[in-house]
């Protein structure tokens, strides 16, 4: 009988759990022996392991977080570092290794791919959205509708009180959830890692907005777009504009709650996916979807490539903000 060891690496993400469920049950039904390892990379590196049937992963798709648990491993940036991984792998004779994890977690993925004999696929979970090859990663929808409900309650102060606000979302890196969140929501503006925003612009698109007789000013910031934040985007606005206004960090609260129905099926096509990839003798590939389509693209591929905000939405938000 073939075994297949599974994982959670990196943050977490709504979603994590279909994925899980999907991957066991449907190894368990190509008849393929399936070991959860707990703690991510961390967990690998000690061999912290529990075997897994059908029951384990009973009426959990609704859960946030992860079962399995998760963990960020400085260790497996060496090879030095991953070598008792490497061994665990060969010692408990696993043939298939399924990893859910996001951006980071490629590089761990990519480079343990090369240094064990044990086939390796990557299903992508992230909120941020950020991984090459796939159209949306798990959890990025439930990320961006969390945020957009803080946005429309946030909208219902703004306008009773004629605020400006600055809601600061997550996005190191990537401007994804702000993006969407912030064209969902009907703010004025947006700011993005992948944009470098003027201030002087930005200033005089707000003031346009209130003598336009806008009452609800709102302006999504990703989290990466600049030091400081949304509150050092605050103070410069109103260094320009003199315009008191109010900040909201949503931090992790977009981590968390239960998956969307979208991020649900999502999970549950690429887990299948990720058995079906792996039965068919393919190795150190990122199981995603893009257009409606699974594809499969390359552990090294995806660690390499950058993805491209879609800039339709760009000007899409250009076009129907204020």
């Keep these: 009988m073939a075994k297949l060891a599974l994982l959670t690496s990196g943050g977490d993400a709504p979603g994590m759990n279909s994925a899980i469920r999907a991957v066991v049950r449907t190894a368990l039904a190509k008849g393929i022996e399936v070991i959860g390892i707990r703690h991510g990379f961390s ?54 290794l399924v990893i859910i994890g996001g951006n980071g977690t490629l590089q761990g993925s990519a480079a343990l791919s090369e240094e064990t004999e044990t086939k390796i696929v990557q299903i992508p979970s992230t909120i941020d959205n950020d991984v090459y090859g796939t159209d949306f990663t798990i959890g990025f929808d439930t990320a961006v509708n969390t945020a957009l409900d803080a946005i429309d309650r946030i909208r219902d102060t703004a306008f009773s009180l004629d605020r400006l606000f600055f809601v600061e979302v997550m996005g190191r890196e990537a401007g994804f959830i702000a993006l969407e969140a912030g064209i969902a929501g009907g703010a004025v503006e947006v700011l993005i890692p992948e944009i470098i925003e003027n201030m002087d612009q930005l200033s005089r698109s707000i003031q346009d907005a209130f003598k336009r007789g806008k009452k609800a000013c709102i302006t999504v910031v990703a989290e990466g777009d600049r030091p400081g934040g ?27 709650g239960s998956p969307t129905a979208r991020d649900r099926v999502l999970a549950i096509k690429l887990g299948v996916a990720a058995i079906e990839t792996l039965l068919q003798g393919e190795n150190a590939v990122v199981i995603g979807e893009v257009c409606g389509q699974i594809v499969r693209t390359p552990l090294k591929e995806a660690r390499e490539k950058k993805k491209q905000l879609d800039h339709f939405l760009v000007e899409l938000l250009k076009l129907v903000s204020g």
């Design 43 to 96: 967990g690998l590196l000690a061999g912290d392991s529990i075997h897994m049937n059908s029951r384990s992963v009973a009426n959990i798709m609704h859960l946030g977080g992860t079962i399995l648990h998760t963990s960020r491993c400085l260790e497996f940036k060496t090879k030095e570092g991953r070598a008792p991984a490497v061994a665990f792998l060969d010692k408990a004779k696993v043939d298939f």
């Design 230 to 256: 949304a509150f050092e985007v605050a103070k410069e606005v109103k260094a320009l504009t003199g315009l008191d206004s109010r900040v909201c960090i949503l931090g992790h609260t977009q981590r968390g």
